[in-house]
């Protein structure tokens, strides 16, 4: 039983150091990411603060001054990590807000949406991916086959405003922005759904091919199973694997996408605020929002790691 | 249009954004609303912030925050808060009294002291009040007492700038910074979900006639084509910032009305002067007469009145110059006027000058205003065609000031604001003041123009006034120390729910209390 525990505790501790590990280098990196950027870091955050049509050399000096920019970068960026380590995130530049309070916003309309968008694009790409499979060579594998190319070839962009001109411009199911109900939710995330099940339908389209070519399924016909039953126990457990650790991997794609989908339908989450943020040069936000994205990162892939070890029960054996 | 709150999973997501929300509404006044239509305004501007500083124009423009004093569609002032004002002889000692019986969205009495608090915070802050002569604010009675260091003719315009808005000193947190946006305007506010959201509630102890609108919200699209969309698709009453490109579309939709206001906005080619391309007056004219201004209006913003002949825009009434004969492009007199100033084409077609330098530029702009590369790129194509070698380079707003600061900024294309304060004089002022300034001269004065000007801060008669402007609109022209190339409108979708619609050209107000729905 103590070996049991250790099993799933040994990925778990290791993940919890790596998740310091990443907070400190995703730190340090947007902040010196941040510096780098070209323009006077002052300038863009009053034309940030005030408007366009009023910032000017006067307010950017009081900016610089009220916020100490003029600061030696070691000395900013110690500070920061100083307060991090007592948990504190520090305040936006811009707004003057606690980082942490506006995450708490953006990260709850973000989870809604990447909790939406990813069982959409599983409910579309693994039903497509496992017929393909099953029909390997045929007119299903090669009809999802061009699908999954033509949507995955389309940016995100350009995706969602064709979306938006058919379902809300033509046909007026959908309202195209907003975030006050359901109905704004749909959009982004089919949006966000089409270009991830473009990917996972292929994986799971290949695993299923593998499955179904491997010993595993011939034995299981040869002892006398349906082949429904076959698929069901034997087929499905064996075809999953990869397909939940590519699963892992579209979150993190999900991230780039969120960036450009939250962009277009003014969703006001974590991937909207980090673009304003960067062009803003509101370096805390940044730091804050890239600290939590990186964290979520190392937790999405240890909940992976910990399903594959449930499914899998041989990968715990060979660990220990 | 039926909308269902988001159940409980989204609730508990949101719950600590929702939280100081649910707060201020419950300590308002209830208006135990019955109709339940709410209108909806989308427009490109974020909330950056409560402080009537930083996004106070997306309050004033709700109806939210209000002035001591406003301005009507020709930008003159009028009562606000204060429902009179006066000024010494001197022009120095101004007086403003509140109406009485003045309440703010928390209940609170609107006395002299919450103003001047508010004033004072505004002087402190980079607002347009900061930039006028204020000496002292006091209190004297029910009035709002502002003594100046020198006369200042347009305080009244600057006290009806959105920096200058007041609020209640609930509004204010024990360390300065606002927490509530409590106001004292027609609407107050139900909800922010900064940076994209504002929902607006009528509120029923304001001092002017009862809105039929009672619930409003403010919502945020950054993508011009989300935008259109969101019209067209009846999600919105009105959609402001229309691309020029997705107007003639939204025209042909039945169920849309688009409007399109002039704006006292120019775009601008800001020029230094110190620069040996453009030392000369000829050089300047000549950059000027190689600009097609109709095409760029025509193709690039699908109107051709908006061609800029001089800076200022006919709605400027006196800041603009009535008889001015219309721009002409003219290639060979631009060439000549090259010559003149010891310009000739090298080997390539490239201007060469005497000790065998280039004509070759930067022309810095940025992409807030999305015609601005487009029109950039334009000017680089019409100006090589006068021999002028011109580099784009695409930047973000800050770019400008900050090569006016370090002075290596060449060429600069930019959309400059003249209404920030009701009255273009607040924005001249800075704009052409003798040490040069961020968006408007670079290396160039001109003493009669400070003689102008100078007299105009502190003039009133309206002949004297309208002189002194008509001559400095005039010296501008004659000097360029700017090259105008276009003017600017806001376009507007309207839905057809709603009527009564005005469009405040100077961008102070939507007037969302005058709209009445179109079936009770």
């Known amino acids: 039983m103590g070996g049991n525990a250790w099993r799933v505790l040994r990925p778990l501790l290791s993940r919890l150091g790596q998740a310091g590990l990443v907070a400190l280098l995703v730190g340090c990196i947007g902040f010196a990411l941040m510096h780098a950027l070209p323009g006077d870091q002052a300038f863009r955050l009053a034309a940030e603060r005030y408007g366009p049509d009023i910032v000017d050399a006067r307010a950017a000096a009081a900016m610089r001054a009220e916020l100490g920019l003029d600061r030696p970068l070691a000395l900013q960026l110690?500070?920061?990590?100083?307060?991090?380590?007592?948990?504190d995130l520090g305040r936006s530049l811009v707004t003057g807000e606690p980082v942490i309070q506006e995450l708490r916003v953006q990260l709850g309309y973000t989870a809604l949406l990447a909790g939406m968008a990813l069982p959409l694009s599983a409910l579309i790409g693994l039903p497509l991916g496992i017929a393909a499979g099953l029909w390997r060579g045929r007119w299903p594998d090669h009809a999802v086959l061009s699908l999954a190319v033509l949507l995955r070839a389309v940016p995100a962009y350009a995706l969602g405003l064709a979306l938006m001109v058919l379902l809300s411009v033509r046909l007026r199911w959908l309202p195209p922005g907003g975030f006050e109900g359901w109905a704004e939710l749909v959009l982004p995330s089919l949006t966000l759904a089409l270009g991830l099940a473009a990917v996972s339908s292929r994986v799971a389209r290949e695993s299923v091919a593998a499955v179904a070519a491997s010993p595993v399924l011939a034995f299981a016909r040869w002892k006398g199973l349906s082949e429904r039953d076959a698929v069901r126990r034997h087929g499905l457990r064996n075809a999953a694997i990869p397909v939940l650790a590519v699963l892992g991997l579209q979150l993190i794609g999900l991230v780039e996408g969120i960036l450009i989908v939250e962009t277009l339908f003014g969703w006001p989450g974590i991937g909207h605020a980090l673009v304003h943020a960067i062009f803003a040069r509101d370096v805390p936000l940044v730091q804050g929002t890239a600290l939590i994205m990186g964290l979520g990162v190392v937790l999405l892939n240890a909940a992976v790691d910990l399903a594959c070890l449930l499914i899998d029960p041989r990968r715990g054996r060979q660990a220990a | 249009m039926r909308r269902r709150r988001l159940p409980a999973l989204a609730a508990a997501c949101l719950a600590p954004a929702l939280r100081p929300v649910a707060a201020q509404?419950?300590?308002?006044?209830?208006?135990?609303?019955?109709?339940?239509?709410?209108?909806?305004?989308?427009?490109p501007i974020e909330i950056g912030g409560?402080?009537?500083?930083?996004?106070?124009?997306?309050?004033?423009?709700?109806?939210?925050?209000?002035?001591?004093?406003?301005?009507?569609?020709?930008?003159?002032?009028?009562?606000?808060?204060?429902?009179?004002?006066?000024?010494?002889?001197?022009?120095?000692?101004?007086?403003?009294?509140?109406?009485?019986?003045?309440?703010?969205?928390d209940g609170s009495a609107v006395t002299p002291g919450a103003a001047v608090?508010?004033?004072?915070?505004?002087?402190?802050?980079?607002?347009?009040?900061?930039?006028?002569?204020?000496?002292?604010?006091?209190?004297?009675?029910?009035?709002?007492?502002?003594?100046?260091?020198?006369?200042?003719?347009i305080l009244p315009a600057v006290l009806a700038n959105y920096g200058s808005g007041i609020l209640a000193p609930a509004s204010y947190d024990a360390a300065g910074h606002v927490q509530a946006v409590i106001g004292t305007g027609p609407y107050r506010v139900l909800s922010i979900t900064a940076p994209m959201r504002l929902e607006v509630e009528r509120f029923d102890l304001w001092w002017g006639p009862r809105p039929e609108i009672s619930r409003a919200i403010y919502l945020v699209a950054g993508q011009?084509?989300?935008r259109a969309a969101m019209a067209e698709s009846g999600q919105a009453d009105l959609v402001f910032g229309l691309h020029p490109a997705t107007m003639a579309r939204l025209r042909r939709n039945p169920a849309l009305e688009v409007r399109a206001v002039a704006i006292p906005r120019s775009r601008i080619l800001k020029l230094n002067l110190a620069s040996p391309f453009f030392d000369s007056l000829a050089e300047r004219q000549a950059l000027d007469l190689a600009i097609d201004r109709?095409?760029?209006?025509?193709?690039?913003l699908r109107n051709p009145s908006l061609a800029a002949t001089q800076l200022l825009p006919p709605m400027t009434g006196d800041w603009h110059l009535a008889d001015l004969p219309p721009a002409e492009?003219?290639?060979?007199?631009?060439?000549?006027?090259?010559?003149?100033a010891g310009w000739t084409p090298g080997p390539d077609g490239i201007l060469r000058d005497r000790q065998g330098r280039r004509f070759r530029v930067v022309l810095t702009t940025y992409s807030t205003w999305p015609e601005l590369p487009a029109i950039a790129t334009a000017l680089q194509a019409q100006f090589r065609e006068i021999g002028v070698d011109v580099d784009v380079s695409i930047g973000n707003t800050s770019d400008i000031p900050r090569l006016h600061r370090d002075v290596t900024l060449e060429l600069g294309l930019m959309s400059r604001n003249y209404a920030l304060v009701p009255d273009p004089l607040g924005t001249i002022l800075t704009d052409f003041a003798p040490q040069g300034s961020d968006w408007g001269a670079m290396h160039w004065t001109d003493p009669q123009l400070a003689a102008a000007l100078a007299r105009l801060e502190g003039a009133t008669a309206p002949e004297e006034r309208r002189a002194l402007t008509q001559r400095a609109s005039a010296i501008l022209h004659e000097q360029r120390p700017v090259i105008p190339i276009a003017w600017s409108e806001l376009a507007v979708a309207i839905g057809r729910r709603v009527g009564h619609v005005a469009i405040d050209p100077f961008e102070t107000s939507y007037r969302l209390q005058d709209m009445r729905w179109r079936e009770p």
């Open chain 2, 224 to 226: 011009g084509e989300a």
């Open chain 2, 50 to 105: 409560l402080d009537p500083a930083r996004s106070g124009f997306i309050f004033t423009r709700m109806g939210v925050v209000e002035t001591l004093l406003a301005a009507d569609a020709e930008g003159r002032p009028v009562p606000a808060l204060a429902e009179r004002w006066s000024v010494d002889a001197a022009g120095l000692e101004w007086r403003f009294t509140l109406r009485p019986g003045l309440r703010f969205h």
């Open chain 1, 78 to 87: 110690l500070e920061w990590l100083g307060r991090v380590v007592r948990l």
């Open chain 2, 117 to 153: 608090a508010s004033l004072r915070r505004a002087l402190a802050d980079a607002t347009a009040l900061a930039r006028a002569p204020v000496a002292t604010l006091d209190v004297a009675g029910r009035d709002v007492v502002i003594r100046l260091a020198r006369p200042f003719s």
């Open chain 2, 25 to 43: 509404a419950a300590t308002g006044t209830g208006a135990g609303a019955v109709d339940e239509r709410v209108l909806r305004i989308v427009a």
């Open chain 2, 329 to 340: 492009r003219d290639l060979p007199r631009a060439r000549a006027l090259l010559a003149s």
């Open chain 2, 294 to 300: 109709q095409g760029i209006a025509t193709a690039l």
